[in-house]
């Protein structure tokens, strides 16, 4: 797996203000990577929605990262391309696991044992799958249902904030 060079896990509740500070910590970290002001670092997206970095209007081989969720967000920094999500664990809806999730993943899915173990057992497959699509650059029409999670190599945790508990996946090569 590429190496990841910074995790920053930031717990607001103000959705909107969590957004934009993932964003300032974004310019923070490459105003001073490549020592320019923040009004140097803008954050584009290309055509599949994957956001990219350029710094004096030049784009940069560096790679980050930002997924955010009820009272909490992340953003990742590193060499290659990746991908992280984070999701609240509260109860899941079935319809998803029909919908988007491979055969193999809800077959692991209904083995758990109790209902703590299921719910994290979906969380840690949608995180998995939004994190490998966030790397890949295809957002959510990249075929989930195809996409066996199962059969690729992730970081994942589940953690624990605020008396919350929360999935994280990132998904690098």
């Known amino acids: ?18 957004k934009k500070h993932l964003h300032e910590i974004v310019f923070g ?18 055509k599949g ?8 209007g030049e784009k940069k081989s560096d790679f980050f990262n ?3 969720t009820s ?38 899915l209904h083995d758990s044992e109790g209902e703590t173990e299921y719910r994290k057992r979906f969380y840690e ?3 998995k799958k939004e994190a490998y699509l ?5 957002g959510l029409a990249g075929g989930l249902k195809n996409l066996n999670v199962l059969t690729k190599r ?7 904030i605020n008396g919350k508990e929360y999935a994280l996946a990132v998904y690098a090569q």
Not at 154 to 160: A, G, L, S
């Open 71 to 108: 009272g909490a967000g992340v953003v990742i920094f590193s060499n290659y391309e990746i991908g992280i999500d984070i999701e609240e664990i509260v109860s899941p809806d079935d319809r998803i696991a029909q919908r988007f999730f491979h055969k193999n993943e809800r077959r692991y």
């Open 154 to 160: 992730y970081v994942f945790q589940c953690i624990e």
């Open 134 to 138: 966030k790397w890949n650059g295809t």
């Open 49 to 56: 929605g994957k956001p990219f970095i350029m710094v004096q």
């Open 1 to 18: 797996m590429g190496r990841m060079n910074k995790l920053i896990i930031l717990v607001e509740k103000d959705s909107k203000g969590l």
């Open 125 to 127: 497959i949608w995180t």
């Open 66 to 68: 930002i997924s955010h």
């Open 29 to 46: 970290y490459y105003s001073e990577k490549h020592e320019v002001s923040n009004r140097e670092v803008e954050i584009k997206r290309d």
